[in-house]
Structure formats: structure tokens, C-alpha cells
């Protein structure tokens, strides 16, 4: 039923820019904070961004603040995530979750595939 579909990810160039996006069907996206994770190589799992439901808050670890922005379009039941200044230690493979309102945590027993993105000269 729920159903998150990446895309966006390829190989680019240190500094250079991508786009994600998140396609959502099968709930109603509008009301469900968002959040983009990401999986290293090492498999280490860590949290890239999250954004309100109306899109009215942005938030950012210090790893990436600055040079990714999160967006959204419910209209279109779509998340983004802007990346530039792409560095090698920004290789990964990107997923996008949404948040619980029952439980205040993501909601990872609906992955999508995710998208991979490699940083390398």
C-alpha cells in the first residue's frame, strides 16, 4: 500500500549538484512529516534532513547544512532534496521515510529502493 520511489542519484564530481526526488502514494503525504537517510558504503545508516508536513520547517545535521535543502510538494505528493557541493563522504545510497505521528519515529517498514548517489573525481 505505502510506497516510496526514489530516484535522482547517479555519479557526479566533488562539488558538483543532484536532485532527488521521492514519489509517495498509498497514504496521505500531506499530513506526515518527511525525512531523507542515507546508508554508507560501511552501512552505517544516518539522517540527512527532515521537513515539516506543510513544509514550514527545515532541519539539517551540520554534515550537510548548507549545502542540501529539503523540499516538498504536496500537491504532487513529492519530496526533494536538493544537494550541492557534493563531497566523496556524501556517497551513499538515499532513501526517503516518512515520520509516525503514532510513534514520532520513521517509519522503515516501507522502504523503497533507494537512490544511489557516488561522489568521485
Known amino acids: 500500500q505505502v510506497q516510496l520511489v526514489e530516484s535522482g542519484g547517479g555519479l557526479v564530481q566533488p562539488g558538483g549538484s543532484l536532485r532527488l526526488s521521492c514519489a509517495a502514494s498509498?497514504?496521505?503525504?500531506?499530513?506526515?512529516?518527511m525525512s531523507w537517510v542515507r546508508q554508507t558504503p560501511e552501512k552505517e545508516l544516518e539522517w540527512v534532513s527532515s521537513?515539516?508536513?506543510?513544509?514550514?520547517?527545515?532541519l539539517y545535521p551540520d554534515s550537510v547544512k548548507g549545502r542540501f535543502t529539503i523540499s516538498r510538494d504536496n500537491a504532487k505528493n513529492t519530496l526533494y532534496l536538493q544537494m550541492n557541493s557534493l563531497k566523496p563522504e556524501d556517497t551513499a545510497v538515499y532513501y526517503c521515510?516518512?515520520?509516525?505521528?503514532?510513534?514520532?519515529?520513521?517509519?522503515?517498514?516501507?522502504w523503497g529502493q533507494g537512490t544511489q548517489v557516488t561522489v568521485s573525481s
Open positions: 521515510t516518512r515520520i509516525l505521528y503514532q510513534t514520532g519515529t520513521a517509519d522503515f517498514g516501507h
Open positions: 498509498g497514504f496521505t503525504f500531506s499530513r506526515y512529516y
Open positions: 521537513i515539516y508536513s506543510d513544509g514550514s520547517q527545515t
